[in-house]
């Protein structure tokens, strides 16, 4: 059986929807389509680039995820703080060492951009915040005047996955034409554009299948894969600044979507509980990774046992 699958972001805690994808495997159950935020959008990649759910697997339990936070000495230095690095850079980290890691593992499997994939095999969601618009990539780089299918497939992951204030943004640079009033003629302008983690407008966009699917005489079911986790409605400890703001984005990411599964798509969704790890915990205690994994082989197991079109 074939379904499109939606996975939603949840930065470490992505670890168990690794396990998710193995118990669908084991239930006879196939990819026709992926789509996903964040960490999300890393699962859907690797399963869009043919890494099955026992590759995942091995790939989470060799990969150190604390190697990912990256930067420049300098920026550990008591004078130049890791606080002046993002008033400068806008992140703690750079993002180049997670973009790299995908990047390897994209090129294992012969793919580099979108193009080397099926059309619409995967999207990716991610936030422009110069202009305050959600992106689907990568049909919505068209906006920047690139082709999507020359689009990185690593990059547009990237994009999804820059937790604000805690990577990198992504900087798309792009020209625009401008009348010049004066002589009536257009000039193209340089812009550019912050690209972040998805999660910022959509954090579980369960429904970027719904319209391609409606009128189909035999649709494809979309099935989403959720995080969720004991410490979801606990309140969050502010002790300054940075602490803050990754409560707001957490708060965001949890409440962005949750009417719309509570409303239309409850029946379809596999609820994964993350064990208390928090989105941006990267340096998990020893044996976490395991359970995580198993937390979602489990509750993808329940879920498609009783599943029905």
């Given at each position: 059986?074939?379904?499109?699958?939606v996975?939603?972001?949840?930065?470490?805690?992505?670890?168990?929807?690794?396990?998710?994808?193995?118990?669908?495997?084991?239930?006879?159950?196939?990819?026709?389509?992926?789509?996903?935020?964040?960490?999300?959008?890393?699962?859907?990649?690797?399963?869009?680039?043919?890494?099955?759910?026992?590759?995942?697997?091995?790939?989470?339990?060799?990969?150190?995820?604390?190697?990912?936070?990256?930067?420049?000495?300098?920026?550990?230095m008591?004078?130049?703080?890791?606080?002046?690095?993002?008033?400068?850079?806008?992140?703690l980290?750079?993002?180049?060492?997670?973009?790299?890691?995908?990047?390897?593992?994209?090129?294992?499997?012969?793919?580099?951009?979108?193009?080397?994939?099926?059309?619409?095999?995967?999207?990716?969601?991610?936030?422009d915040?110069?202009?305050?618009?959600?992106?689907?990539?990568?049909?919505?780089?068209?906006?920047?005047?690139?082709?999507?299918?020359?689009?990185?497939?690593?990059?547009?992951?990237?994009?999804?996955?820059?937790?604000?204030?805690?990577?990198?943004?992504?900087?798309?640079?792009?020209?625009?034409?401008?009348?010049?009033?004066?002589?009536?003629?257009?000039?193209?302008?340089?812009?550019?554009?912050?690209?972040?983690?998805?999660?910022?407008?959509?954090?579980?966009?369960?429904?970027?299948?719904?319209?391609?699917?409606?009128?189909?005489?035999?649709?494809?079911?979309?099935?989403?894969?959720?995080?969720?986790?004991k410490?979801?409605?606990?309140?969050?400890?502010?002790?300054?600044?940075?602490?803050?703001?990754?409560?707001?984005?957490?708060?965001?990411?949890?409440?962005?979507?949750?009417?719309?599964?509570?409303?239309?798509?409850?029946?379809?969704?596999?609820?994964?509980?993350?064990?208390?790890?928090?989105?941006?915990?990267?340096?998990?205690?020893?044996?976490?990774?395991?359970?995580?994994f198993?937390?979602?082989?489990?509750?993808?197991?329940?879920?498609?046992?009783?599943?029905?079109?």
């Amino acid at each position: 059986m074939k379904i499109n699958a939606v996975f939603e972001g949840g930065g470490v805690k992505g670890i168990s929807l690794a396990g998710a994808v193995r118990a669908a495997e084991m239930q006879g159950i196939g990819f026709e389509r992926v789509a996903g935020t964040s960490s999300g959008a890393i699962i859907a990649a690797l399963i869009a680039a043919n890494y099955s759910g026992l590759d995942i697997k091995r790939i989470v339990e060799t990969t150190p995820f604390s190697s990912f936070l990256k930067r420049s000495f300098i920026f550990n230095m008591k004078v130049i703080s890791p606080a002046l690095r993002l008033l400068i850079k806008k992140g703690l980290y750079s993002g180049e060492a997670l973009e790299y890691w995908i990047s390897r593992l994209m090129e294992a499997k012969g793919i580099q951009t979108f193009g080397d994939l099926p059309d619409c095999k995967l999207r990716i969601v991610a936030s422009d915040i110069t202009n305050g618009r959600l992106l689907v990539l990568p049909e919505d780089i068209k906006i920047y005047g690139m082709d999507p299918k020359k689009l990185s497939v690593a990059r547009a992951v990237r994009m999804s996955a820059s937790i604000p204030y805690f990577f990198d943004p992504v900087v798309v640079r792009y020209s625009k034409l401008h009348s010049l009033t004066n002589k009536g003629k257009e000039k193209p302008q340089l812009h550019q554009a912050y690209i972040v983690d998805g999660g910022l407008l959509s954090n579980f966009p369960l429904w970027l299948f719904d319209q391609e699917q409606a009128g189909r005489t035999n649709p494809v079911p979309t099935v989403g894969f959720q995080m969720v986790g004991k410490n979801d409605n606990e309140p969050h400890e502010i002790r300054g600044p940075l602490s803050m703001l990754e409560a707001i984005f957490e708060t965001m990411m949890q409440a962005h979507d949750e009417r719309y599964i509570k409303k239309y798509a409850r029946e379809r969704t596999v609820k994964i509980p993350t064990l208390g790890v928090r989105t941006t915990q990267f340096h998990l205690p020893e044996g976490m990774a395991e359970k995580l994994f198993k937390s979602g082989f489990q509750a993808a197991n329940q879920f498609f046992e009783g599943f029905r079109q």
